[in-house]
């Protein structure tokens, strides 16, 4: 079973930048599809950007398309959320996540890390 910590939030100006990490322990990483899910008071927590274990192949939501870029390093058994050019819509709640199957749904996600908070405000 596969544990996952959050690290990098914090406090961003709009249209500035921040790179999030998920660090896992318990197991391998590359065992994993991985993925970015976000929270926003009185929202819904929903997928942000996903990767294939397979084949690398990468899912992002429309609203951050072009600015987010999922990446992994398997060696490091981490997984990493850089996010470029910051609005304050982006403020919320961060959570990496782990699952055996490809899904960006949270309904179907199995591990969840703890959360880091992001909030974009200047």
């Known amino acids: 079973q596969v544990q996952l910590v959050e690290s990098g939030g914090g406090l961003v100006q709009p249209g500035g930048s921040l790179r999030l990490s998920c660090a896992a322990s318990g197991s391998q990483l590359d065992y994993y599809n991985i993925g970015w899910f976000r929270q926003a008071p009185g929202k819904e927590r929903e997928g942000v950007s996903c990767?294939?274990?397979?084949?690398?192949?990468?899912y992002y939501t429309d609203s951050v398309r072009g600015r987010f870029t999922i990446s992994r390093d398997n060696a490091k058994n981490t997984v990493y959320l850089q996010m470029t050019s910051l609005k304050p819509e982006d403020t919320a709640v961060y959570y990496c996540a782990a699952e055996l199957v490809f899904t960006c749904a949270p309904q179907f996600i199995s591990y969840w890390g703890q959360g880091a908070q992001v909030t974009v405000s200047s």
């Open positions: 990767m294939s274990v397979s084949d690398g192949s990468t």
